[in-house]
Nanobody, 123 residues
Framework: HVQLVESGGGSVQAGGSLRLSCRAS????????MAWYRQAPGKEREGVAS???????IYLDSVKGRFTISRDGAKNTVALVMNNLTPEDTGTYYC??????????????????WGQGTQVTVS
């Protein structure tokens, strides 16, 4: 069965950077979308960045210009580089993957595979 495993979370001071990575195993959808979501305590989960089949990407307004999503040619590993982090970026970050998908999206129902989450703390 498909498994998504995230890595790279941690604690950083404001203004710092982190790189998250997510690898999908047993994932055979080569025309797909992958995304990063986050959830802060007491808040709903929100889409942070999504990458579509032709590597088009979309971002949450508050992270534009600071975060960059990318993935490998096999389309089963996705990364999120986060620069100039602020305390408002604190939360649990989740990797998500779709079945067949072309355009990047924050429509949560499109993502059927989810990672376990990795904590990002900015102080």
């Amino acid at each position: 069965h498909v498994q998504l495993v995230e890595s790279g979370g941690g604690s950083v001071q404001a203004g710092g950077s982190l790189r998250l990575s997510c690898r999908a195993s047993a994932y055979s959808y080569t025309t797909n979308c992958m995304a990063w979501y986050r959830q802060a305590p007491g808040k709903e989960r929100e889409g942070v960045a999504s990458i579509g089949d032709a590597d088009a990407s979309i971002y949450l307004d508050s992270v534009k210009g600071r975060f960059t999503i990318s993935r490998d040619g096999a389309k089963n590993t996705v990364a999120l580089v986060m620069n100039n982090l602020t305390p408002e970026d604190t939360g649990t970050y989740y990797c998500a993957a779709s079945r067949i998908c072309w355009n990047p999206t924050f429509t949560t129902s499109r993502y059927v595979f989810w990672g376990q989450g990795t904590q990002v703390t900015v102080s």
